[in-house]
């Protein structure tokens, strides 16, 4: 007979394990089926956290965080091996395994190891070792995520031409390495490679890189990588074909694009997109509908076409993000079991990119805002005049927020530089609160901080509507202090 379970939750990434949690908050006996030897999904495992430790690794032994400070200029530190590259990700890597056990641990969450399949609406069968055991519940979530797109002419060998999984599984940091896709995998790679002084070159087909952000932000970050990282980037491009020649230490890749271009690299990143982790799963055969791109159909409550299957987090596309992912969770386990909790994911999504600088956004940019037909004003304040910015030796970093005209109330917010990813809370916070730029205004901020950039960027847009008013009607401007 198998074994019977309230919940039962098919991946223990984010998205599963805070599923789980939830549930078992609310004392619902819980069952996590994951397939990896270790919890926490690509995020853990291959992608978030790896990566961004990754990075301050990378920041660490190239000293860039020093980029104009006292007027030293960065430099590789000698003799770095991957060893010394990949430590730190490792041990971040083990210590996120453990919370996540512990955490599994104080809900009284069962986990079992295996390789799930989705027999109906109610049943999973798990393989392990050959031997199958049988698990049903009231409901199932599925949360197995989603894994880099391979196309079958990329010749993908895990050395020479690789995914974002396999990077981290480089035996050498390559001197020549060609990044194919500008977004966000792409760029941040790209940026901590060079920051460890390897030859990096990005090829997009897009006509500027992340098109999600704000162009003036996507512009910043091209221009800092060309200037400070000497990363070459080639927009509008497209590759013809990925060519592999050579033998052990002597293989080379070439990439050719279109315009008859070639490149010649020691390695190769193919970075252009995801697809849903739902191979093998049973899916079909359950009734549980995906898309081309292997990602689960949802409604509104992540309910899928099988009424007591839901399914939150990578596997179910865009955003793809880890913060996402958490919460789609969670409020799905609420509406699948109607707990009176969460109904909601927040439609307030900080965005967090973490380049070689920082960059984060949240709500409109101006494109969007134009796109929308929205009467809007900017206000920027840059880090070269806040006295933090100088203490750190970042010159180049600014706020950019936009926001109503005829209300100031906040739209959107775009910050590029140190410390982005954390100071976007701060603007999220007073769009999901319907907020003006006169929170900035009255507010109070720490000295010297990088916070205190959203008061003069905020004086900076009302500086613009002064001036606006002023063409029209000899108004006089008003003063910043």
């Known amino acids: 007979m198998a074994d019977h379970f309230d919940l039962l939750v098919v991946g223990a990434g984010p998205a599963g394990e805070k599923g789980a949690a939830q549930a078992a908050y609310f004392g619902k006996r819980v069952c996590v089926v994951e397939r990896a030897p ?19 690794t990378a920041l660490y032994f190239s000293g860039l965080r020093q980029r104009g400070l006292y007027g030293v200029e960065y430099h590789v530190q000698q003799d770095i091996t991957i060893s010394d590259f990949m430590f730190r990700e490792r041990a971040v890597v083990e210590s996120a395994w453990q919370l996540i056990d512990e955490n599994f641990e104080s809900h009284g969450i069962e986990c079992v190891q295996g390789t799930a399949r989705i027999i109906d609406g109610h049943t999973v069968e798990v ?29 993908f060998d895990g050395e ?89 230490s002597e293989r080379l890749a070439t990439v050719s694009l279109t315009d008859g271009t070639e490149l010649v690299a ?43 299957i839901v399914a ?12 996402t992912s958490m919460e789609q969770a969670r409020v799905a386990v609420c509406h699948a079991f109607d707990l009176k909790y969460k109904d909601r994911v927040s439609p307030v999504l900080p965005y967090g990119v973490w380049t ?14 134009r796109d929308k037909g929205i009467a809007f004003e900017t206000g920027k304040s840059s880090y070269r005049n806040n006295p933090r910015g100088q203490i750190i030796g970042d010159l180049d970093g600014f706020v950019k927020l936009i926001f109503r005209r ?27 609160f319907e907020g003006s730029i006169d929170y900035f205004i009255q507010a109070v901020f720490n000295y010297p901080s990088l916070s205190d950039a959203y008061k003069y960027a905020a004086y900076d847009g009302l500086q613009r509507i002064a001036r606006r008013a002023s063409r029209t009607a000899g108004l006089p401007t008003v003063d910043s202090d």
């Open 127 to 155: 393989t392990r070792y050959k031997e199958t055991r049988r698990l049903t519940a009231d409901v199932i979530l599925v949360a197995t995520g989603s894994h880099p797109l391979r196309p079958a002419d990329v010749p």
């Open 160 to 248: 020479t031409v690789v995914d974002s999984d396999d990077i981290l599984k480089l035996p050498a940091i390559p001197e020549r390495l060609v990044v194919i896709g500008g977004g966000v995998v792409g760029c941040e790679y790209a940026g901590i490679f060079a920051a460890l002084g390897c030859r990096v070159t990005i090829i997009n087909a897009r006509e500027r890189l992340l098109t999600q952000l704000d162009a003036e932000v996507s512009e910043a970050l091209q221009a800092d990588m060309t200037r400070r990282l000497s990363v070459q980037v080639i927009l509008n491009a497209e590759v013809k074909q990925v060519l592999v020649e050579g033998t052990g």
């Open 406 to 432: 005829d209300d100031q109330k906040l739209l959107g917010c775009s910050v590029f530089g140190e410390n982005a990813c954390e100071l976007i809370h701060v603007a999220a916070a007073v769009i999901a």
């Open 266 to 308: 020691d390695c190769v990143l193919y970075s252009v997109g995801r697809e849903g982790s739902t191979m093998n799963l049973g899916l079909d055969e359950a009734g549980v509908r995906t898309n081309a791109r292997g990602f689960i159909l949802v409604d509104e409550n992540f309910r899928t076409t099988v009424p007591s």
């Open 38 to 56: 270790k919890p926490g999904g690509a995020a853990v495992n291959t992608g978030t956290i790896p990566s961004k430790t990754l990075r301050e």
């Open 312 to 323: 939150a987090g990578d596997v179910i596309g865009f955003p793809a993000l880890a913060a």
């Open 356 to 369: 070689v600088p920082e960059i984060a956004m949240v709500g409109e940019t101006e494109e969007s805002a």
